[in-house]
């Protein structure tokens, strides 16, 4: 057998070779099958309205953090520090968001003295609405109201809201406010199998289930450091799936104003649950968006909204927004860079091939 020397062009397309297998053995690749995770125990909140001792409407919302546990279930952690609380004003000319702050920063000296200056700011009497036949029944001191129950309740999240309606005068006439706490804490979720549309496969169907808690309060007496006094210390209980939830959140959060002869109701807050999907990663979250015209004061005729921040939330969003971006270019580079040395390993084959095929 005749043996001829080793050559500057073969070392070159040897190490061609070497390279190019050390990169496609060595260096991930990104895009492999995508595999879908359910986010399980991801969340939970919490909202409250009642009205205040002052003639406003407190509305306060806030997140649970929870943690998986056995058997499926999920360990209840509620975060103090995204309670954020809003204040609202209902008068004849409708709904008015006056300001909000989150509680853990501690009083929000700003929105105190703007509650204060306003003229409509006054130590209101609520009295709790009782049911009678198809009415509910709001008994004053010097008056009597009644609203038929068919009028307020298809505004209504559940209709055991009816039970705590309550209501405070202003002037001759009167707001309505369904005071209720409503926790709403991720319980499990299953996963059913059932036939596919086409013969032969099998679709998968996902639902989450949710621990449902009512409490009753009755008002906050005071405001930015107002107390808590509850109409009823018991709290109902349901569990509903994540489709209920949905329909019932389709609905704002209403307010009533009755005016003497009809009953207005006043959209000031949008619960919006959702199902997100992020880098193939499946979990509910939940949003809030006030609704209700931002209050302007009428002595200093300014807004009041570049002093409170009304949207929670952004800052996280694009900090996972700019994550996502950089490892996304990564992936793209690194794509090319594997294009490249397979292009290479191919072409040093070839020429491989046929200079032993010359040899010859």
């Excluded at 952690?77 to 609380?85: F, S, V, W």
Aim: charged share 20%; aromatic share 14%.
């Amino acid at each position: 057998m005749k043996s001829y020397p080793r050559n500057t062009h073969s070392n070159f397309i040897e190490l061609m070779l070497v390279l190019s297998l050390f990169f496609l053995i060595f260096i991930p690749s990104s895009k492999a099958d995508p595999t879908l995770t359910i986010s399980f125990c991801s969340s939970g909140f919490r909202i409250i309205i009642m009205p205040t001792s002052e003639g406003f409407i407190y509305v306060s919302t806030g997140y649970y953090g929870l943690k998986p546990h056995s058997l499926g279930q999920c360990t209840v952690e509620y975060d103090p520090t995204t309670q954020y609380d809003r204040f609202y004003l209902v008068n004849s000319s409708g709904a008015h968001y006056i300001g909000g702050y989150y509680e853990y920063e501690g009083q929000n000296e700003s929105l105190t003295k703007i509650l204060n200056s306003i003229s409509e700011r006054k130590t209101t009497n609520p009295v709790r609405g009782k049911v009678e036949g198809d009415s509910v029944v709001f008994q004053f001191k010097n008056r009597t109201y009644a609203i038929k129950i068919r009028e307020i309740a298809p505004y209504l999240w559940d209709e055991k809201e009816l039970s705590n309606l309550i209501a405070f005068s202003r002037g001759n006439d009167i707001v309505i406010v369904p005071a209720i706490e409503m926790d709403v804490i991720e319980n499990n979720f299953t996963l059913n199998a059932v036939p596919g549309e086409k013969t032969g496969t099998t679709r998968i169907e996902l639902n989450f289930t949710y621990k449902l808690y009512l409490g009753y309060p009755f008002l906050l007496n005071g405001s930015t450091t107002g107390i808590i006094e509850w109409a009823n210390t018991s709290m109902d209980y349901d569990q509903i799936p994540w489709e209920k939830l949905k329909d019932m959140f389709e609905k704002p959060l209403y307010v009533f104003y009755f005016n003497e002869t009809s009953i207005i109701p006043l959209p000031i807050l949008k619960v919006t649950p959702d199902m997100v999907l992020k880098d193939f990663e499946l979990s509910p979250e939940y949003g809030f968006e006030n609704l209700a015209d931002v209050y302007i004061l009428k002595d200093k005729a300014s807004s009041t909204s570049p002093t409170f921040n009304v949207s929670e939330g952004t800052h996280s969003s694009l900090t996972a927004s700019s994550m996502v971006s950089k490892g996304s270019q990564f992936n793209e580079n690194t794509e090319l860079l594997k294009e490249f040395f397979l292009v290479a390993l191919i072409v040093s084959m070839a020429v491989m091939a046929l200079h032993r095929h010359l040899r010859r």
